[in-house]
């Protein structure tokens, strides 16, 4: 694999995809066909059955024209990523959460929200704690629940109306 050192991430990941791409068109005529790809599977001793190749194609190949170019390709690995991407930070706030729900309710309390705050060093009364949990409360029940929590911390806005989503790098 060619250096990619230096470059930025975005051109990591077109270079390090334009790779893979390549390394997939055995050929070199621009296109994945089914039995590229057959070959790729059965290198990586996963299913190479005609029925698991033509399941795969089709994902793959968008156009339905029987190949997969590379923006198909980019196309679909790119979504992916993002697929994974969110997994990974679905998965960081279940832990900030279960880090935060001492009493491991599946819900946070007043005190546990208010705690948790101040190991951020955010200090906040119970009362202000009150008006945070009535804000992100969506079932009334004067709790967070692990749902209102993600989906708060992940529709964030700041005052200036932006999006922010804290877990961003």
């Keep these: ?23 997939m068109d055995h050929d070199g005529n ?8 057959q070959g790729v599977l059965k290198g990586m001793g996963l299913g190479d059955t005609p029925e698991e190749v033509a399941e795969l194609l089709a994902q793959l190949d968008l156009d339905n024209d029987g ?6 390709f980019k196309r679909v690995m790119s979504a ?3 697929d994974e991407e969110v997994d990974r930070s679905i998965d960081e706030l279940l832990s900030v959460f279960n880090s935060l729900d001492i009493d491991a309710t599946g ?7 208010q705690r948790g705050l101040k ?11 009150a008006v945070l949990i009535e804000e ?9 629940s692990y749902d209102e929590f993600v989906d708060y911390v992940m529709n964030f806005e700041v005052p200036d ?3 922010h989503y804290p877990l961003d790098t």
């Design 119 to 129: 190991i951020l060093g955010v200090k906040l009364s119970l009362d202000e704690v």
């Design 80 to 82: 992916k990523a993002e």
């Design 161 to 163: 109306g932006s999006r």
């Design 136 to 144: 992100v409360d969506t079932d009334g029940d004067g709790e967070i």
């Design 67 to 72: 190949s997969v170019d590379y923006q198909e």
């Design 30 to 37: 621009g296109v994945i066909d089914a039995t590229e790809l």
């Design 107 to 113: 819900s946070l309390s007043a005190d546990e929200l």
């Design 1 to 23: 694999m060619a250096s990619l050192r230096g470059l930025s991430r975005r051109t990591r990941s077109e270079a390090a995809l334009r790779e893979a791409f390549a390394s």
